[in-house]
């Protein structure tokens, strides 16, 4: 046979089979793909074929049954290796097909030595990706495929958008709402805006350098944040957690009105945190040129004060009667009977934090007893009481069954004279200057903190930040005494001649 005839029938067996001479590897890859299809299509052929002829047979051969194709194994010698770009003549290549009792090849290519490989079309595949393609195709591909399969958020439940709408700040809701109308609705849902922190917003919404404060911003600073209030009004929220800081004896600000409008129409069944700072607006600046000071004005400071106090017994009331599985409070607290009858609703109250508001305010042992009487159930109690030291002052005895944690390290004139805390296991307290006037130690006896804990807190194991031993009671270890050394104010671990 002539050379041109042999590179013809080379030329149509490989166009036959779908292949044709100088590709790439990628192609390769392609036609490789393209021979398989081709074989299993012609396997399936002589399959049928050789069922009909057995079905047309004899009834004595029709007993036997044909033998199903298992296995398929391919005998291929690939031509066009990674890094090369088409056929050679002085290749051979030969496909083996096996299914049962039925075996076919065919060679495609002539002459050269024989160089077969048995591979499968997966193994085939994975080689390909592996060998062939470089990192910036893959990459390539990957963000391709990241394009084309984008996530369906659209497509899920409405609980699910919920969720991930809950992770978003004030600012991004604000943002969100304005893509589409559905997300608009959504961002309207109740049960999205159970948090809600007053505390967060800034007072300029656009800085810039250099930019000073003025009373401009506080005004934008405050249309911002009423118009916030007219939406949660709107959206009338199932609060869990609410925190504010306003001073709400402002008139001209207007706080107290849109607080008592949240309240009521909020959700405040299962509202667990509240911390309302009701007494300042720490955000609102200060301004040099409007501050003055003269006795009109000291009169107008108490007479604010006095009023001030009294719109917090008001609001108070309310608020304990529409939140009353409330689990942690913190606030200011005046101490007032109607404030501490207000806190006898909050049956299920575990934490409480009363900070104070009025400075060197005298406190009775009746209003003491009354507030651990209200709120049998509290865990923890912090209290922040400022109240004369000098002569006259008060000794108090704390009696609470459930109390496990009792911090008075913030109180300054507030010495104990007793306890009965049998399940009390953390005491913090701390030794602050006089307060009042100015007596000589000798003239007040305080008793010492070490019989009063010793006595009354069966249970205790931490003073401050101090680890108790086991025998703390029968002997006292050098870091127990350091410890009342710096806490304690009575004649034999306080040193100076002045309270």
Excluded at 111 to 120: A, Q
Excluded at 145 to 173: G, N
Excluded at 351 to 379: C, G, M, T, W
């Amino acid at each position: 046979m002539s050379p041109r005839f042999e590179r013809y029938g080379e030329e149509a067996a490989a166009a036959s089979l779908g292949w044709q001479p100088d590709l790439t590897s990628t192609g390769c890859f392609v036609c490789l793909l393209g021979t398989f299809a081709y074989i299993a299509m012609a396997t399936k052929k002589k399959v049928s074929s050789m069922l009909s002829s057995m079905m047309s047979g004899s009834s004595a051969s029709s007993s036997k049954r044909p033998r199903r194709g298992r296995s398929m194994s391919v005998s291929l010698d690939l031509e066009c290796l990674p890094g090369r770009t088409g056929f050679s003549s002085d290749r051979q290549g030969e496909f083996t097909v096996q299914s049962g009792t039925f075996k076919k090849s065919a060679s495609f290519v002539r002459g050269g030595t024989d160089r077969n490989r048995t591979v499968s079309a997966c193994e085939s595949v994975d080689k390909y990706v592996n060998d062939s393609l470089k990192p910036e195709h893959l990459l390539r591909l990957s963000c391709i495929q990241m394009h084309q399969e984008r996530f369906p958020f659209q497509k899920l439940p409405v609980d699910c958008k919920l969720k991930v709408f809950s992770f978003l700040t004030v600012k991004e809701r604000g943002l969100s709402s304005q893509v589409c109308s559905e997300w608009r609705a959504l961002i309207k849902s109740s049960s999205l805006w159970n948090t809600v922190d007053l505390t967060t917003f800034p007072l300029c919404h656009i800085r810039s350098q250099g930019h000073e404060c003025s009373e401009l911003c506080y005004a934008l600073y405050r249309n911002r944040v009423k118009k916030f209030f007219q939406y949660l009004r709107y959206v009338r929220p199932a609060l869990k957690r609410l925190r504010f800081a306003y001073d709400i004896g402002d008139y001209r600000d207007g706080w107290l009105e849109c607080l008592q409008s949240l309240i009521r129409t909020s959700r405040c069944q299962e509202l667990e945190y509240a911390h309302l700072n009701w007494k300042e607006t720490p955000i609102k600046p200060y301004w040099r040129d409007s501050m003055t000071w003269s006795t009109s004005d000291y009169n107008e400071l108490m007479h604010r004060h006095r009023h001030r106090q009294r719109l917090f017994v008001n609001f108070f009331v309310s608020f304990c009667a529409a939140a009353p599985n409330l689990s942690k409070l913190i606030l200011p607290f005046d101490w007032s009977s109607r404030s501490l009858q207000a806190l006898s609703r909050l049956r299920k109250l575990e934490i409480l934090v009363l900070e104070k508001y009025f400075v060197f305010q005298s406190l009775e042992q009746d209003a003491l007893d009354q507030l651990l009487r209200n709120v049998p159930s509290v865990r923890r109690l912090i209290l922040e009481i400022w109240t004369p030291s000098g002569r006259g002052m008060l000794l108090y005895t704390v009696k609470a069954e459930n109390l496990e944690y009792l911090d008075i390290s913030q109180c300054r004139g507030f010495y104990l004279r007793e306890l009965d805390m049998p399940k009390v296991k953390i005491f913090k307290m701390s030794r602050h200057p006089w307060n009042g006037p100015l007596v000589t130690s000798d003239s007040i006896y305080i008793p010492c903190v070490y019989d009063v804990l010793r006595d009354g807190a069966p249970n205790l194991t931490q003073i401050n930040e101090h680890l108790l031993q086991p025998d703390w009671r029968d002997c006292v270890s050098q870091e127990l005494e350091t410890v009342l050394g710096s806490i304690c104010s009575c004649r034999e671990h306080k040193s100076g001649w002045v309270m």
